[in-house]
């Protein structure tokens, strides 16, 4: 990811995770077991098969210590995991017939990422630092010119999975599982 500097806005004074979120995140880290992601995410996968993402739609736990040390609030932080992991689940979704054995899973996934998205309704992008709301708008532009990087299906979940740790592990009180 490319990182300029922030300008830092006001994130709603929201760094503590709202219960929502915590209570979503938990059955998103439920779904993103190791177990099911190996199966759903590799085994039923053709060996070294890979998807076509964005360079900003690899989000790994690098990136957001480097976002943390530019003083990007946890709030932000959490938002840009949100459209990021969506967004990746999405691109799994894109490639899979509905006959497909991981169909129903990242069905189930992107479900949570629905609810969890209501929560995030209560931000605009005008309410989080710059640098994530320009990350966040690359995300979801379907530009053909953007850079693109070929990535494991279950590569993707898993940076999911560690920066969702990262970001929800302490302010939702998670023991280490």
């Not at 480097?66 to 490639?95: C, D, K, M, P």
């Not at 169909?103 to 949570?112: A, D, P």
């Not at 005008?126 to 010119?145: G, I, M, N, R």
């Amino acid at each position: 990811l490319a990182f300029g500097c922030p300008g830092v806005l006001a994130v709603l004074g929201l760094e503590a995770a709202a219960p929502g979120e915590c209570e979503l995140s938990r059955l998103l880290q439920d779904k993103l077991q190791y177990e099911m992601r190996l199966q759903y995410m590799k085994h039923n996968f053709p060996i070294d098969y890979t998807v076509q993402v964005q360079y900003e739609e690899v989000l790994r736990p690098s990136n957001i210590t480097r976002l943390r040390n530019g003083t990007v609030s946890e709030a932000a932080l959490r938002y840009l995991w949100f459209h990021v992991s969506s967004q990746a689940v999405l691109r799994i979704r894109e490639v899979l017939p509905e006959k497909h054995p991981s169909w129903k899973y990242t069905q189930e996934l992107g479900q949570l990422f629905d609810a969890l998205g209501k929560e995030y309704s209560k931000y605009r992008q005008t309410d989080v630092e710059a640098v994530v709301a320009d990350l966040v708008k690359v995300v979801h532009s379907a530009d053909s010119e953007s850079r693109r990087k070929a990535v494991r299906p279950k590569a993707l979940l898993d940076n999911c999975l560690k920066v969702m740790r990262m970001l929800y592990g302490a302010p939702c009180e998670w023991g280490t599982t």
